[in-house]
């Protein structure tokens, strides 16, 4: 039996017409695969609107109820659109999470997937030609109706794919691929053919927001090739897949930027052992992700440590480091929102040096200065001012020439 799985996103069924476009998709695949597993999401702004509506009826909404709540967006979409594949007499049926079962944790919110029953979901298949499945939610063991975060579709469909043995996934979105950067910023930002499961995950955690990391983290494990494509266009769009000798020829695939950025500094600590973990022990108690550290050279018997925090998590974080200062004889503690990080990508990297000094050298040039640098194996990370974000971009990809077609 060969199958595949398409996932379509809240724009791509905001309407009727694009619900018909989508209809036209899974009706073309159908000629090339014996049966489709199609993913959909909530119709662009459901989803805002339903919570929306949970916010007017509480001041704080319950976690698991309001998943029950905002998980009705999906069942909309699956119910219209199997309408839709009926009128066109495919054998279809649309399922829900809880349906087949997906079973999560109790994690209301961003629950994370335990198990998807493959042998249901094949019996599904051995009735219809399509089976319509709620994205973004599943259960409990005990059966209480849970969702994955947002962008949780894409890891839906991913997941199903790897339950159905590690089977093509394609997801369909309103660009039609993966790009060397943000088209929005640079005009000459190129699609990519084929990027590797690692720079995929270093581009989704910087903020691309073409694919939901979790996914990506599906598809690596369980080596599930994914194609990103358009809903409104032909096009081959980009395949995410394992990297291979080709792949690591190129020494930087794409610059990535994330502008949800805080920096977050105590001045003046004492320099001794246990300082460290005394401040992120409590952030990593409260879920606060922390990524960029530097901790500055003793002087006296003194340090400074910095570190860099979603935005959104500020002022939690201040309020724990206004506990956790005093303790430790801080000076002080300060914060800045005004800057973002940008990141140049690439498993070149791991076989190739001199991607740092070409980044600084360049970000040099224009003035641009740099304020905190992180690095990883396929990764340079560099937090510079947010008014500069968009310049640096350009110029790390003119640098790196990712404007130039390699295929």
């Known amino acids: 039996m060969k199958i595949l799985v398409q996932k379509f996103g809240g724009t791509s069924v905001a309407t009727l017409e694009r619900m018909q476009k989508v209809r036209e998709k899974v009706s073309n695949a159908l000629r090339r695969f014996n049966k489709i597993v199609v993913v959909l999401s909530a119709r662009a702004g459901d989803t805002n609107n339903l919570l929306q509506l949970a916010g007017q009826w509480s001041p704080a909404p319950d976690k698991a109820e309001c998943d029950l709540l905002v998980s009705t967006g999906e069942q909309m979409s699956i119910g219209l659109f199997t309408m839709l594949l009926k009128d066109a007499d495919i054998r279809a049926r649309s399922l829900l999470g809880s349906q087949i079962p997906i079973t999560t944790d109790d994690s209301f919110g961003c629950a994370r997937i335990l198990e998807i029953n493959s042998a249901a979901l094949l019996d599904w298949l051995n009735q219809y030609d399509v089976l319509v499945v709620a994205g973004f939610q599943g259960c409990t063991i005990d059966g ?9 579709s894409d890891t839906s469909a991913v997941a199903l794919a790897a339950a159905l043995g590690s089977v093509e996934c394609e997801i369909y979105t309103d660009v039609d691929g993966v790009y060397t ?10 699609k990519i053919d084929r990027i590797a499961y690692n720079e995929m995950l270093e581009m989704a955690s910087m903020g691309a927001k073409v694919l939901h990391i979790r996914s990506v983290e599906f598809a690596q494990k369980y080596r599930v090739p994914v194609r990103v494509r358009s809903t409104f266009t032909d ?98 503690v300060l914060h ?9 990508i ?27 640098i992180s690095t990883s194996e396929i990764k340079i990370t560099i937090l510079i001012q947010e008014k ?8 790390l990809h003119d640098t790196f020439g990712l404007d130039w077609d390699l295929s």
């Open 181 to 190: 950067t943000d088209p929005n910023i640079c005009s000459s930002a190129r």
């Open 346 to 372: 690439g498993v070149g990297m791991r076989n190739h040096s001199g991607v740092a000094a070409r980044t600084f050298a360049a970000l040099t040039k224009e003035g641009i200065n740099i304020l905190m």
């Open 235 to 332: 096009d081959p769009g980009t395949l995410v897949t394992q990297e291979d000798s080709t792949m690591e020829a190129v020494l930087v695939s794409g610059i990535a930027y994330d502008r949800d950025q805080a920096r977050v500094t105590l001045r003046d600590l004492p320099d001794v052992p246990g300082v460290a973990a005394a401040v992120f022990g409590p952030l990593s108690e409260k879920g606060i992700l922390v990524d960029m550290i530097v901790q500055n050279t003793s002087l006296g018997g003194h340090t400074d440590i910095t570190f860099t925090i979603p935005r959104k998590e500020l002022k939690q974080t201040l309020e724990i480091m206004a506990n956790v200062a005093p303790k430790l004889g801080a000076a002080e």
């Open 144 to 152: 209480r109706v849970t969702t994955l975060g947002r962008g949780g």
């Open 336 to 344: 800045d929102v005004n800057v973002a990080k940008v990141s140049a």
């Open 388 to 395: 500069y974000v968009e310049l640096a971009v350009r110029i």
